[in-house]
């Protein structure tokens, strides 16, 4: 069993930067492909990024793709997404997420999730 905890997120202006971090414990954390989706309000969840095993590849959703970079510390157990230029349009609530699916949109463990807002 995974257990996931998010943290960083927060109201913040159009153009402004946030960064998320998850917690993992639980699990032996480098051997776990770990990932970020959203779900925005009326809207279905969609995938964010994610970051392989130890951690060589990304992989980003088109409209996050130059603004946002997924990232992990194996040594403390944490995934984190830095998001940079945000726009109003990515208002939702982000979920970690250990084994992540995007062609699926599903994963096998997922935090609580972290609200983040973007005024324009």
């Known amino acids: 069993q995974v257990r996931l905890v998010e943290s960083g997120g927060g109201l913040v202006q159009s153009g402004g930067s946030l960064r998320l971090s998850c917690a993992a414990s639980g699990g032996t954390f480098s051997r776990i492909p770990m990932g970020w989706f959203r779900q925005a309000p009326g809207k279905e969840r969609e995938f964010v990024a994610s970051i392989s095993s130890p951690g060589g590849f990304t992989y980003y959703a088109d409209s996050v793709k130059g603004r946002f970079t997924i990232s992990r510390d194996n040594a403390k157990n944490t995934v984190s997404l830095q998001m940079n230029s945000l726009k109003p349009e990515d208002t939702a609530v982000y979920f970690c997420?250990?084994?992540?699916?995007?062609?699926?949109?599903?994963?096998?463990?997922w935090g609580q999730g972290t609200q983040v807002t973007v005024s324009s």
């Open positions: 997420a250990a084994e992540p699916s995007k062609l699926t949109n599903s994963a096998r463990y």
